[in-house]
């Protein structure tokens, strides 16, 4: 059985799975990345080579990457939605023409929560190397509190 596409329905899925692999792995790259770059930029340009400088650099990439996933969370949620209807509604009186997407802000809100629904981004890479972040600062903050003793 042959697909519209024409190609067995195996290896469009295979595909669709190599898609949601690569996506994946570049959701787990880009957030080690962004705390990597992070802990760096703090512990390099300070020149702290102790301990609290590495427990510095590590929490300042946790607060960052934590506040990015909660902040991605808040957003999924809608919290902000009524911010970006008011800008579309501004925006969209500017345009030439009586053609409006949405009618109402429970049209906009209801099209925004089908689009969030079939949409989900993966912000657990985030949290997760967030946590570690935050766990490996308050190892190097005790391990620093111990050789001030």
């Keep these: 059985m042959l697909t519209s596409a024409g190609a067995p329905p195996c290896i469009m899925i295979d595909s669709l799975m190599s898609t949601l692999n690569v996506r ?12 990597g770059s992070i802990f760096c930029l703090v512990f390099f340009l300070r020149e702290d080579w102790t301990f609290r400088g590495a427990s510095d650099g590590c929490f300042v990439s946790a607060a960052v990457l934590l506040s990015s996933a909660a902040l991605v969370g808040i957003t999924r949620l809608g919290t ?13 009186s500017f345009r ?7 009618d109402t802000y429970y049209d906009y809100r209801n099209a925004k929560a089908e689009s969030r629904h079939h949409s989900r981004p993966s912000y657990l890479p985030f ?3 967030g946590a570690i972040a935050l766990v490996l600062a308050l190892i190097f903050t005790l391990i620093f509190n111990q050789q001030i003793r």
């Design 96 to 102: 030439a023409g009586d053609v409006k997407k949405y």
């Design 127 to 129: 949290l997760i190397i």
């Design 80 to 92: 902000f939605d009524i911010l970006a209807y008011s800008f579309y509604r501004l925006f969209e």
């Design 24 to 35: 994946r792995l570049l959701t787990w790259l880009s957030a080690f990345l962004i705390g």
